[in-house]
């Protein structure tokens, strides 16, 4: 090595190669960081893409309209709009009705039916449409004797048929449709008596089953999740908060704090299927609780969301300035004042950002809810809390893993449209994070 | 020095507010403080000099106690406040700490309104009886601590919006405001401008009619500007304890006089 004095004076305008060599470090490693980002925005415009794509369609469905006799003399055979005798009235003789009806509409409005069945034209509509019907006249029997306008759901592959995943080729090779009924749905939309409008029954109703998939709703998972957020939420945060406080500003330094500190940690990270081990053996096997139940869920959810909330909110207790601690306990405020008046208040938007993080981790979670039994079939809406977190639901999540279990495409559609709502809650959750953040920050 | 005649004031000795005898502090192993003994009189400010790391700090947060909140800090031997050991295990130290005030070397006001900094004292030990009493007190405090006519329009203010020097005036009332016997202040300007320390040091001078003041600087100016006596602090020891100006004057310790004249610290 020479000293610098020996060299000749150098320009300020020549680079010289050692800077040359750590500007092209920097360009290289800003080209790293941009291919980076490049990589996660495209996966991240992919998964909306596909998501979107595919699931959009589910919030759309296709309806049949046609004008309806309720004749009383098949209906209400006894006569006198007793609600406990039409109910002896199944789907099946609705189904009839229908049948009749639409048969009839189409031939008033001159549709040709060659080499169309009876049986095929009523295929067209879906097996849930009887008990549409049925769930309309029972819940107002004056409709009796009158004709009106129902508006059912059309069976799946003609609503697959107009949303372009059913094709003429696939319905050759399908037992459930053929291109003769095909041709009819599209000769029944020109006419009018077929169309496609949105469906908010595929976010408030229920499940449905493998058969009927243009009625399958995620009303009960909704409500279900909805649930088990309540419970983590009453629960998670002030038993999160109050053993962060004690740990962070009340529990002497030793062995103990030390163990409990690293198993805390541990447990942020303990597969979440584990929880669901534990939740069954003892919530359902030792204390009894209900099978599918969003109580169940909601406590092993609580388990979960446990270490992530305690591990936010001390960290936002410890980058509480100690001056403030020292402002407090200078004036005679106990250690508790000093806590709840100063030091919680300026810790609050970290703890509400570490909170809403947890809940909506909890909200996606689906492995330990599967072993819990909360992906039994559920059709029935629990009750008004409290007794309704004691009775059977579903939950968003695992409602998407039954859909994509099942066999029909239309369930494709249904598990996407599912992600959405999933999606569409996540990023309500993470808005409220981010409001109340800037709500309770302070500056000092 | 020039300064030093300002400090002519009469003490007033026979009146002692604090007396420390064989004061030990140990942070886990280390033995920060060593066979301690001062008595700090009543209404005079008493300034507590020497280098960094010398204890003084570490001393004064033995007189209220503020040591109680670092686990790993011991502390032995007797701090008397008007004869009763502070240090007894009948003694709250949060009672105590009502009786002796502390302000920080950095203002820290609670990032709340001027007036809340202020009431925040009074609130929690239940000193006033309606909100009239406490507007009272406020106002009071913020007079005492020459700050009200600057700020007597925007009470509601964040006191974190104030300047440094505003600050750490409005920190000085709130340490008023619980109307406390000593005010402990540990190097209250340094994070100060040379006119906010002025108007800090005015307010201390006023302050020494009613409290005992224990102020521990840096500065060894601000020490002769407005401190009645001066205890020098040296790794751990008291070196020397006497009148402000006998100590600048005419050191009796070599290593009072080598700080005083710049050799050491």
């Known amino acids: 090595m020479t000293l610098s004095s020996t060299n000749p004076p150098k320009s300020l305008f020549a680079v010289d190669a050692r800077t040359r060599k750590r500007n092209a470090a920097e360009a290289r490693f800003r080209l790293y960081g941009l291919i980076a980002v490049g990589i996660g925005v495209l996966a991240l415009i992919v998964l909306l893409t596909s998501v979107l794509g595919n699931g959009l369609g589910a919030f759309r469905q296709t309806f049949l309209q046609l004008p309806i006799a309720l004749d009383a003399a098949k209906l209400d055979p006894s006569g006198n709009r007793d609600g406990e005798a039409m109910k002896k009235v199944t789907t099946i003789g609705y189904g009839k009705v229908i049948q009749t009806a639409l048969i009839a509409e189409i031939s008033q409005r001159g ?249 909506a981790q909890a909200l996606g979670e689906t492995a330990p809810l599967l072993l819990i039994g909360m992906v039994a079939f559920v059709r029935e809406y629990p009750g008004a809390p409290p007794d309704g977190f004691f009775e059977p639901a579903s939950a968003l999540p695992v409602q998407v893993y039954n859909f994509t279990q099942r066999a029909d495409p239309a369930f494709v559609e249904r598990a996407s449209g599912a992600i959405i709502v999933l999606l569409v809650f996540l990023v309500v959750m993470n808005t409220i994070a981010i409001i109340l953040r800037r709500r309770f920050e302070r500056r000092w | 020095m020039n300064d030093m005649t300002l400090t002519e004031k009469p003490v007033n000795a026979s009146d002692i507010k604090i007396t420390a005898r064989n004061v030990q502090v140990y942070y886990g192993t280390t033995h920060a403080i060593k066979d301690v003994d001062v008595d700090i009189p009543d209404r005079t400010v008493t300034a507590f000099i020497g280098p960094s790391g010398c204890g003084k700090s570490t001393f004064l947060r033995c007189l209220n106690r503020m040591n109680d909140t670092i686990s790993i800090c011991r502390v032995t031997g007797n701090i008397a406040l008007d004869g009763q050991d502070i240090y007894d295990k009948r003694v709250d130290p949060v009672q105590l700490r009502a009786k002796v005030g502390m302000v920080f070397q950095k203002p820290n006001p609670f990032p709340k309104s001027i007036y809340d900094n202020v009431a925040y004292g009074p609130k929690i030990h239940g000193m006033t009886r309606s909100r009239a009493e406490l507007d009272e007190v ?94 020098f602090f040296h790794l751990g020891n008291l070196v020397e304890y006497g009148e402000t100006g006998h100590i600048f004057t005419n050191p009796s310790d070599p290593r009072t006089e080598s700080y005083i004249t710049g050799r050491i610290g």
């Open chain 1, 111 to 359: 549709i040709a039916t060659e080499g169309v069945s009876a049986k095929d034209i009523f295929g067209l509509v879906s097996k849930e449409a009887p008990a549409q019907l049925r769930d309309q006249v029972l819940a107002n029997p004056g409709l009796i004797g009158q004709t009106i306008t129902f508006k059912g759901l059309a069976n799946g592959r003609v609503d697959g048929f107009f949303k372009g995943r059913v094709s003429m080729e696939s319905a050759a090779l399908d037992s459930n449709i053929s291109p003769a009924q095909l041709v009819l749905a599209q000769q029944m939309r020109d006419a009018g008596m077929i169309s496609v409008s949105f469906n908010p029954a595929f976010i408030f109703g229920s499940d449905a089953s493998e058969l009927r998939p243009e009625s399958a709703g995620l009303g009960v998972a909704i409500l279900g999740s909805a649930y088990m957020m309540l419970i983590v939420l009453a629960l998670a945060l002030p038993i999160g908060v109050a053993a962060s406080i004690y740990l962070e500003e009340f529990a002497p330094q030793n062995k103990w704090t030390d163990l409990i500190e690293v198993n805390i940690s541990n447990l942020a990270a303990v597969p979440s299927i584990v929880f669901g081990i534990l939740g069954l053996a003892v919530f359902i096997n030792f204390m009894g609780l209900p099978q599918s139940a969003p109580i169940v869920g909601g406590l092993v959810l609580t388990l979960m969301t446990l270490p992530t909330i305690i591990i936010s909110t001390r960290a936002s207790l410890k980058s509480v300035p100690p001056s403030i601690r020292d402002a407090a306990l200078g004036i005679g405020a106990s250690k508790l004042q000093s806590i709840f008046h100063h030091v919680l208040p300026l810790a609050m938007p970290g703890i509400l950002t570490g909170t809403i993080i947890g809940l």
């Open chain 2, 138 to 231: 406020v106002e009071g405090c913020l007079r005492r601590a020459a700050l009200w006519n600057e700020v007597k329009d925007r009470l509601h203010a964040p006191g974190t919006g104030l300047s440094g020097g505003q600050q750490q005036r409005l920190c000085i009332a709130r340490a008023i405001a619980t109307s406390p016997e000593v005010l402990l202040m540990d190097e209250p300007c340094s994070a100060l401008d040379p006119i906010a320390t002025a108007q800090v040091e005015e307010l201390i001078d006023e302050l020494r009619s009613q409290f005992s003041v224990v102020i521990v600087t840096h500065s060894m100016q601000q020490a002769a500007r407005v401190s009645q006596r001066t205890a």
